[in-house]
Protein backbone atom coordinates (compact mmCIF):
# COMPACT_ATOMS: atom_id res chain seq x y z
CA UNK A 1 0.00 0.00 0.00
CA UNK A 2 1.24 3.32 -0.58
CA UNK A 3 2.33 5.40 2.30
CA UNK A 4 0.98 9.18 2.89
CA UNK A 5 2.63 11.42 5.39
CA UNK A 6 1.75 14.59 6.30
CA UNK A 7 3.79 17.45 7.87
CA UNK A 8 3.51 19.26 9.95
CA UNK A 9 0.61 17.34 12.47
CA UNK A 10 -0.29 19.99 13.53
CA UNK A 11 0.41 23.95 13.00
CA UNK A 12 -0.18 27.50 15.11
CA UNK A 13 -0.92 30.46 13.13
CA UNK A 14 -3.22 33.45 12.80
CA UNK A 15 -5.48 34.84 10.55
CA UNK A 16 -3.83 36.31 7.25
CA UNK A 17 -0.98 34.15 7.77
CA UNK A 18 0.22 32.10 4.45
CA UNK A 19 -0.19 28.29 5.36
CA UNK A 20 1.78 25.50 3.89
CA UNK A 21 1.17 21.75 4.94
CA UNK A 22 3.32 19.51 2.69
CA UNK A 23 2.63 15.70 2.23
CA UNK A 24 4.86 12.81 0.86
CA UNK A 25 4.12 10.08 -1.02
CA UNK A 26 6.30 6.57 -0.10
CA UNK A 27 5.89 5.74 -4.23
CA UNK A 28 4.92 7.65 -7.46
CA UNK A 29 1.78 8.49 -7.56
CA UNK A 30 1.76 11.23 -10.79
CA UNK A 31 -1.00 13.97 -9.80
CA UNK A 32 -3.42 11.70 -8.05
CA UNK A 33 -3.75 13.47 -5.18
CA UNK A 34 -6.73 15.27 -3.36
CA UNK A 35 -6.71 17.55 -0.03
CA UNK A 36 -9.42 17.53 2.19
CA UNK A 37 -10.41 19.87 5.38
CA UNK A 38 -12.40 18.73 7.98
CA UNK A 39 -14.03 20.91 11.00
CA UNK A 40 -15.13 19.23 13.95
CA UNK A 41 -18.26 17.17 13.90
CA UNK A 42 -18.56 17.47 10.24
CA UNK A 43 -17.91 14.99 7.18
CA UNK A 44 -14.52 16.09 5.03
CA UNK A 45 -14.69 18.51 2.54
CA UNK A 46 -12.95 18.41 -0.93
CA UNK A 47 -10.70 21.12 -1.31
CA UNK A 48 -8.43 20.06 -4.72
CA UNK A 49 -8.46 16.92 -6.66
CA UNK A 50 -5.51 16.49 -9.42
CA UNK A 51 -2.60 17.92 -6.84
CA UNK A 52 -3.95 21.21 -7.97
CA UNK A 53 -7.64 21.81 -9.49
CA UNK A 54 -9.54 23.42 -7.21
CA UNK A 55 -13.10 21.75 -6.77
CA UNK A 56 -16.11 24.00 -7.40
CA UNK A 57 -16.78 26.61 -4.52
CA UNK A 58 -13.36 26.48 -3.13
CA UNK A 59 -11.91 29.51 -2.10
CA UNK A 60 -9.43 31.00 -4.32
CA UNK A 61 -6.86 31.36 -1.49
CA UNK A 62 -6.58 27.54 -1.52
CA UNK A 63 -4.04 26.21 -3.98
CA UNK A 64 -2.40 22.76 -4.07
CA UNK A 65 0.87 21.71 -6.23
CA UNK A 66 3.42 19.00 -7.04
CA UNK A 67 3.63 15.74 -8.45
CA UNK A 68 5.46 12.34 -8.16
CA UNK A 69 5.94 11.93 -4.48
CA UNK A 70 6.27 15.65 -3.43
CA UNK A 71 2.90 17.95 -2.65
CA UNK A 72 2.19 21.04 -0.72
CA UNK A 73 -1.25 22.37 0.36
CA UNK A 74 -1.08 26.45 0.78
CA UNK A 75 -3.66 29.14 2.41
CA UNK A 76 -2.36 32.04 1.11
CA UNK A 77 -4.47 34.32 3.55
CA UNK A 78 -5.94 32.42 6.73
CA UNK A 79 -9.34 33.24 7.72
CA UNK A 80 -10.94 32.17 10.70
CA UNK A 81 -12.63 29.69 8.94
CA UNK A 82 -10.05 27.73 7.70
CA UNK A 83 -9.26 26.66 10.92
CA UNK A 84 -9.75 22.99 10.49
CA UNK A 85 -7.88 19.60 9.97
CA UNK A 86 -6.49 18.80 6.26
CA UNK A 87 -5.89 15.66 4.75
CA UNK A 88 -4.50 14.65 2.14
CA UNK A 89 -5.02 11.33 0.07
CA UNK A 90 -3.69 9.71 -2.81
CA UNK A 91 -6.03 7.93 -5.46
CA UNK A 92 -3.18 6.47 -7.72
CA UNK A 93 -3.33 3.42 -6.29
CA UNK A 94 -6.49 0.88 -5.35
CA UNK A 95 -7.13 -0.28 -3.29
CA UNK A 96 -6.23 0.39 -0.89
CA UNK A 97 -6.97 4.45 -1.15
CA UNK A 98 -4.72 5.98 1.22
CA UNK A 99 -5.10 8.97 3.39
CA UNK A 100 -2.39 10.73 5.13
CA UNK A 101 -2.33 11.34 8.89
CA UNK A 102 -3.90 14.63 8.83
CA UNK A 103 -2.48 17.93 9.67
CA UNK A 104 -4.39 20.27 12.16
CA UNK A 105 -4.54 24.29 11.63
CA UNK A 106 -4.64 25.93 15.48
CA UNK A 107 -5.42 29.65 16.37
CA UNK A 108 -2.41 30.81 17.39
CA UNK B 1 -28.00 19.76 -4.44
CA UNK B 2 -26.21 15.84 -4.38
CA UNK B 3 -27.13 14.62 -0.94
CA UNK B 4 -26.07 11.15 0.98
CA UNK B 5 -27.91 10.03 3.23
CA UNK B 6 -25.97 6.87 5.75
CA UNK B 7 -28.63 4.83 8.02
CA UNK B 8 -28.30 1.54 9.82
CA UNK B 9 -25.63 2.76 12.71
CA UNK B 10 -26.00 1.87 15.94
CA UNK B 11 -24.57 -0.17 19.16
CA UNK B 12 -23.44 -3.55 18.51
CA UNK B 13 -21.76 -6.00 20.14
CA UNK B 14 -18.30 -8.16 19.36
CA UNK B 15 -19.09 -10.77 16.43
CA UNK B 16 -22.46 -9.30 15.47
CA UNK B 17 -23.29 -7.86 12.41
CA UNK B 18 -24.61 -4.22 10.80
CA UNK B 19 -25.94 -3.13 7.64
CA UNK B 20 -25.40 0.53 6.53
CA UNK B 21 -27.26 2.17 3.90
CA UNK B 22 -26.76 5.38 1.91
CA UNK B 23 -29.72 6.63 0.15
CA UNK B 24 -28.53 9.39 -2.79
CA UNK B 25 -30.20 12.09 -4.87
CA UNK B 26 -29.68 14.89 -7.25
CA UNK B 27 -26.93 12.72 -9.41
CA UNK B 28 -26.92 9.85 -11.92
CA UNK B 29 -26.19 7.42 -9.24
CA UNK B 30 -25.48 4.20 -12.06
CA UNK B 31 -22.91 6.54 -13.45
CA UNK B 32 -20.28 6.99 -10.41
CA UNK B 33 -18.41 4.94 -8.19
CA UNK B 34 -19.06 4.81 -4.45
CA UNK B 35 -17.15 4.08 -1.33
CA UNK B 36 -17.08 4.10 2.33
CA UNK B 37 -14.58 5.98 4.60
CA UNK B 38 -14.66 5.37 8.48
CA UNK B 39 -13.20 7.82 11.11
CA UNK B 40 -12.36 6.08 14.56
CA UNK B 41 -13.19 8.28 17.68
CA UNK B 42 -10.44 11.04 16.98
CA UNK B 43 -8.36 9.56 14.60
CA UNK B 44 -7.91 9.91 10.56
CA UNK B 45 -9.75 8.99 7.53
CA UNK B 46 -9.67 5.36 6.56
CA UNK B 47 -10.78 3.81 3.41
CA UNK B 48 -13.22 1.00 3.50
CA UNK B 49 -14.59 -0.18 0.45
CA UNK B 50 -15.24 1.20 -2.92
CA UNK B 51 -17.57 -0.36 -5.55
CA UNK B 52 -17.71 0.75 -9.74
CA UNK B 53 -20.86 2.54 -11.12
CA UNK B 54 -22.08 -0.96 -12.27
CA UNK B 55 -21.76 -2.93 -8.95
CA UNK B 56 -19.61 -5.59 -10.94
CA UNK B 57 -16.43 -4.77 -9.24
CA UNK B 58 -15.70 -4.04 -5.40
CA UNK B 59 -12.65 -3.44 -3.37
CA UNK B 60 -11.97 -3.91 0.15
CA UNK B 61 -9.29 -2.83 2.59
CA UNK B 62 -6.80 -5.68 3.87
CA UNK B 63 -8.59 -4.38 7.62
CA UNK B 64 -12.52 -5.41 6.47
CA UNK B 65 -11.72 -8.13 3.76
CA UNK B 66 -13.90 -11.32 4.18
CA UNK B 67 -16.37 -9.21 6.86
CA UNK B 68 -17.56 -6.52 4.94
CA UNK B 69 -19.41 -6.57 2.20
CA UNK B 70 -19.68 -3.61 0.13
CA UNK B 71 -23.36 -3.42 -2.85
CA UNK B 72 -25.39 -0.80 -4.56
CA UNK B 73 -29.00 -1.11 -6.16
CA UNK B 74 -29.44 1.26 -8.82
CA UNK B 75 -32.89 1.40 -9.43
CA UNK B 76 -32.79 2.52 -5.49
CA UNK B 77 -30.22 4.64 -5.89
CA UNK B 78 -28.66 3.24 -2.82
CA UNK B 79 -25.06 1.78 -1.37
CA UNK B 80 -24.49 -0.36 1.32
CA UNK B 81 -22.24 -2.18 3.48
CA UNK B 82 -23.04 -5.93 5.30
CA UNK B 83 -20.68 -5.81 8.50
CA UNK B 84 -20.14 -9.28 9.83
CA UNK B 85 -17.87 -10.29 12.44
CA UNK B 86 -17.65 -7.12 13.61
CA UNK B 87 -14.67 -6.09 16.12
CA UNK B 88 -14.00 -3.37 18.98
CA UNK B 89 -11.41 -1.60 16.11
CA UNK B 90 -14.55 -0.94 13.92
CA UNK B 91 -15.76 1.24 15.61
CA UNK B 92 -15.98 4.54 13.99
CA UNK B 93 -17.85 7.38 12.04
CA UNK B 94 -18.76 5.83 8.69
CA UNK B 95 -19.26 8.02 5.86
CA UNK B 96 -20.60 7.48 2.66
CA UNK B 97 -18.74 9.01 -0.33
CA UNK B 98 -19.13 9.60 -4.09
CA UNK B 99 -15.78 9.01 -6.09
CA UNK B 100 -15.86 12.14 -8.21
CA UNK B 101 -15.83 14.70 -9.51
CA UNK B 102 -14.64 12.09 -13.10
CA UNK B 103 -16.44 9.14 -13.79
CA UNK B 104 -12.72 7.09 -13.00
CA UNK B 105 -13.28 4.46 -10.25
CA UNK B 106 -9.57 5.27 -9.26
CA UNK B 107 -10.81 8.60 -7.74
CA UNK B 108 -11.30 11.32 -5.35
CA UNK B 109 -14.47 11.48 -3.26
CA UNK B 110 -16.37 14.67 -4.12
CA UNK B 111 -19.52 14.39 -1.65
CA UNK B 112 -19.83 12.90 1.05
CA UNK B 113 -22.72 11.57 3.72
CA UNK B 114 -22.94 13.17 7.25
CA UNK B 115 -21.81 10.13 8.67
CA UNK B 116 -23.16 7.55 11.14
CA UNK B 117 -22.22 5.85 13.86
CA UNK B 118 -20.81 2.48 14.51
CA UNK B 119 -19.95 1.41 18.20
CA UNK B 120 -18.87 -2.67 18.54
CA UNK B 121 -18.58 -3.30 22.34
CA UNK B 122 -20.02 -5.22 25.01
Known amino acids: AIRMTQSPSSLSASTGDRVTITCRAS??????LAWYQQKPGKAPKLLIY???TLQSGVPSRFSGSGSGTDFTLTISCLQSEDFATYYCQQYNTYPPLTFGGGTKVEIK | EVQLLESGGGLVQPGGSLRLSCAVS????????MSWVRQAPGRGLEWVSGISGSGDNTYYADSVKGRFTISRDNSKNTLYVQMNSLRVEDTAIYYC???????????????WGQGVLVTVSS
Open chain 1, 50 to 52: AAS
Open chain 2, 26 to 33: QFTFRSYA
Open chain 1, 27 to 32: QDISTY
Open chain 2, 97 to 111: TKNGPSLQVLNSFDY
